[in-house]
């Protein structure tokens, strides 16, 4: 008997039959970007076919060369380009999944010469104002997308998916927030619902009643100007009785200045828009958005609030997910911890996208290697991000794998980060290494600290050097005063002295530290309904976007971010999360002060230089949160010896010590060992 009935029941949707409820939503990867684009993609898609996933909807792909994100972004418009999708829908076909390329045009977001929109007013996150389309350019971009679905099915996709949300061109016609027309296209809302329907009409016209249409519809604009619940229930019934097979889950337009996938969003915090859907309809419902493991996935299913549960970035974590789920084996999965660092901030900053916890995805064609050679003795020296990753990749090759850990746990400084609020998902992260440790039979060993002689002795055949950091201690008079915690004590229980705290130091620590102190409690129940109030959303959508005013709650703290370096806080955060980040402790007050030098702490406080004018901030707790230095001691004992070893992660380079850079770095030196 399975825990997850709901998730693996198949779904009949007459035109195909799928064998479970998980289907892999659209994601922009850069893949095509890569050398082999084709091959890489195909891999890429093939792996998450064989994981069991029933249902893949590709990343979009613009149905005219103005519809594209950036100049160049994917395309489809002309036959000459099948030729690039067959391997993509053959790789998938070969593992019995099935697969719909999503059709995007962008609409006002575009960054391209010559970018369109219903009107001329530009959006907040692009420069370039749209050219307002005239009838022939709406006629015309209809049949583009009817043109695009034909093309798909020729080059075997099983459908396609109408990209009608996250304030792309068909989200921006139905929105008064851009549509200002008062011809038949814009207006009332019969008016603004015109172009959806006729591009939904269009394609199931040209594509035949044994294609799968998805449509993608916003159940939550998050704007000003968008749709209230009422006009969002009217078009999903819409495009339903205009052909849909399917309604997929959008959440809030990309220039809201509300998250609605980062960390900080609470687990399957838009069920409730999902649900207003399902209401509107009688075809299945996808639920979106954080949804990232198999329960959340059930109970979504079992309380009725759709029918299908959309996963992107936790099928980038996890290709195996569905057949985990299937073979009884939740533990195993490798769960998105919704980071975004390694996906969508790549992606943002021009690079393509892999996984933070799962640094093979994408690069699937880079990990194809044969097994070892030889079989090696490998001993891992620390079970932080770096040494979990190496041992675990290492031990799945065929190593004999011991793991030494100092502490009495796993997890080095992921332990800390999973105190801060929305980092909590890095206890998924250790649920899946300790899972693993005991799968593959790794000889742990906890709270214990080997010496250079005791691993010549040992003679293992390779040693890898993963101890990790401390924090730098910084050169200010009175540091020792009572006054100073550093992080870490901090994030292991030290008490808050006061109502008044300085934290020094605003690097990523820093701003964790910031969101630690200033965050309400973060059980779950108060996580989600903080998060509503905070970010002033309405779960009745009665309103145009679903917003409410937030609240205007600060923290119950006054705390300073303080940093020598002058100007901007926070500029190297992540660009998808980073922003959220900021404005949430803006919201709650929380002072910054850039360009200090420190001069001292005694009993009156924190004595600072700002400008050249001498202050004195009269604080209770002073957060050091200065850095990081490596911890490299037995690695100089080893080379002392004469000893090999390998230095990865905190260890190997303090400054910019990241979970990603280490879980990579250990990663890739597992598959260097025996060949
Ligand atoms: P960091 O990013 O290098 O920041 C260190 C901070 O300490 C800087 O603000 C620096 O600013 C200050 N500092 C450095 N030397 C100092 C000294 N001698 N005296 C006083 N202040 C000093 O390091 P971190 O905050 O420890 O973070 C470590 C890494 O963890 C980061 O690189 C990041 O990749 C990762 N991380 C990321 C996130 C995230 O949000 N993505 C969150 C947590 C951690 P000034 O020199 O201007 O004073
Ligand atoms: Fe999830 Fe982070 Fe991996 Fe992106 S990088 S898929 S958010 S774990």
Redesign the pocket.
């Known amino acids: 008997m399975t825990a997850f009935p709901h998730l693996l029941q198949p779904l009949d949707l007459g035109c195909l039959t799928l064998p479970n409820r998980l289907l892999m939503g659209s994601m922009h990867t850069r893949l095509e970007t890569l050398a082999q684009p084709a091959r890489r993609l195909a891999r890429f898609y093939a792996e998450r076919a064989k994981g069991g996933v029933g249902l893949i909807v590709t990343g979009g792909f613009a149905p005219s060369a103005e519809g594209r994100l950036e100049p160049d972004g994917p395309l489809f418009n002309h036959s000459s380009q099948i030729a690039e999708h067959r391997p993509v829908t053959q790789a998938v076909h070969a593992h019995g999944a099935r697969i719909a390329l999503q059709i995007l045009h962008a609409g006002r977001y575009a960054k391209v010469a010559g970018a369109i929109g219903p009107s001329n007013i530009a959006s907040p996150i692009n420069p370039n104002a749209p050219r307002r389309m005239t009838e022939a350019d709406i006629l015309g971009c209809i049949e583009a997308y009817a043109v695009t679905a034909a093309l798909a099915r020729e080059a075997g996709y099983d459908g396609v998916e109408i990209m009608g949300s996250e304030g792309y061109l068909i989200n921006e016609f139905t929105a008064p927030r851009c549509n200002d027309r008062s011809d038949a296209w814009g207006g009332t809302l019969e008016n603004r619902l015109r172009f959806a329907i006729e591009v939904m009409a269009r394609v199931r016209q040209r594509t035949g009643s044994d294609f799968l249409v998805i449509f993608r519809v916003s159940s939550i604009d998050l704007v000003e100007g968008g749709l209230t619940r009422e006009e969002i229930a009217a078009l999903a019934r819409a495009v339903e009785a205009a052909g849909a097979n399917i309604i997929n889950q959008g959440v809030g337009w990309h220039e809201a200045r509300v998250p609605t996938i980062g960390l900080r969003v609470p687990r399957a915090a838009w069920s409730f828009a999902a649900r207003h859907l399902k209401a509107a309809v009688k075809i299945p419902v996808v639920a979106s958005n954080r949804i ?1 493991t198999p329960e959340l996935a059930e109970a979504i299913l079992a309380r009725g609030d759709a029918d299908l549960i959309s996963m992107a ?2 099928l ?2 996890d290709p195996e997910f569905a057949n985990k789920v299937r073979q009884g084996r939740r533990d195993s999965i490798n769960v ?9 901030d790549l992606i943002f900053s021009e690079r393509a ?6 640094p093979k ?1 994408g690069r699937e064609l880079d990990f194809d290697r044969p097994p070892p050679a030889a079989i090696c003795r490998i001993a891992v020296i620390g079970a932080g991000p770096g040494g979990l990753a190496c041992a675990v990749t290492a031990a799945e090759r065929g190593h004999d794998v011991t793991l030494f850990e100092a502490e009495a746990e796993i997890g080095g400084q992921l332990n800390l980060a999973r105190q801060v609020p929305g980092k909590e998902e890095f206890d998924e992260t250790l649920r899946y290494y300790r899972t693993r440790i005991a799968e593959l039979g790794i000889d742990l060993r906890l709270n214990s600290r080997p010496d250079a002689a005791l691993l010549a002795r040992l003679d293992f055949a390779e040693i890898v050097i993963a101890t990790g950091v401390r924090p730098r201690l910084p050169d200010i008079p009175g540091i020792a005063h009572s006054k100073c915690v550093s992080y870490i004590e901090l994030l292991t229980g030290a008490k808050v002295a006061g109502q008044r705290v300085a934290i020094v130091g605003a690097g990523g620590i820093g701003f964790d530290i910031a969101e630690y102190l200033s965050a309400p409690p973060h059980e779950a129940a108060s996580a989600h309904r903080h998060f509503l109030a905070e970010w002033g959303i309405d779960t009745s959508i009665s309103g145009r976007g679903g917003l409410n005013a937030p609240s205007g709650a600060s923290s119950s703290r006054d705390i300073l971010m303080l940093q020598r370096t002058p100007g901007r806080m926070g500029r190297k955060l992540g660009l998808s999360t980073g922003w959220a980040l900021r404005l949430a402790l803006a919201k709650r007050q929380v002072a910054q002060l850039s360009g200090v030098e420190y001069v001292g702490i005694d009993d009156a406080g924190l004595h600072v230089n700002v400008d050249g004018k001498a202050r004195v901030l009269a604080v209770d707790t002073i957060v050091i949160c200065a850095g990081q230095e490596p911890v490299r001691e037995l690695y100089g004992d080893l080379s002392a010896a004469g000893r090999r070893a390998h230095l990865i992660g905190g260890a190997e380079r303090a400054a910019e010590l990241d979970a ?1 850079r280490a879980i990579e770095q250990g990663t890739k030196l597992a598959f260097a060992f025996g060949v």
């Open positions: 990232n970035r936790p980038l974590a998105c911890i919704a980071c975004n660092q390694a996906c969508l996208a892999t996984c933070l916890v799962n995805a990603m």
